[in-house]
């Protein structure tokens, strides 16, 4: 079955970087785009950046962009998220997805489990 596995996030002060990465299995990868959605506590799941499969066009929120960067390597099934400048509230749950490349979730067939970033001011 599909799997997507993300790397353990962390705990990192504000102003630090962070890259997770996220492994799939059981899909041909590199024909899937690639998302990364995060929730913070309380709050709806928001898009934070998506890849297509070749990996040659991105997408990013107004508000990550020019401090978080996706990539892939399909070489590895993998794909990243290169976090730098990181704020308190980037707090959250991050959730790598595997679809239809867009800002939309309902576009994205897998996800993986999650993994907790925090932020400390």
């Known amino acids: 079955q599909v799997q997507l596995v993300e790397s353990t996030g962390g705990l990192v002060q504000a102003g630090g970087s962070l890259r997770l990465s996220c492994i799939g299995s059981?899909?041909?990868?590199?024909?899937?785009?690639m998302g990364w959605f995060r929730q913070a506590p309380g709050k709806e799941r928001e898009f934070v950046a998506c890849?297509?499969?070749?990996?040659?066009?991105?997408l990013y929120t107004d508000s990550m962009k020019g401090r978080f960067t996706i990539s892939r390597d399909n070489a590895k099934n993998t794909v990243y998220l290169q976090m730098n400048s990181l704020k308190p509230e980037d707090t959250a749950v991050y959730y790598c997805?595997?679809?239809?490349?867009?800002?939309?979730?309902?576009?994205?067939?897998?996800w993986g489990q999650g993994t907790l970033v925090t932020v400390s001011s």
């Open positions: 997805a595997a679809g239809r490349y867009g800002r939309t979730s309902a576009g994205y067939d897998y």
């Open positions: 059981g899909l041909t990868f590199s024909t899937y785009a």
């Open positions: 890849i297509t499969g070749s990996g040659r066009t991105t």
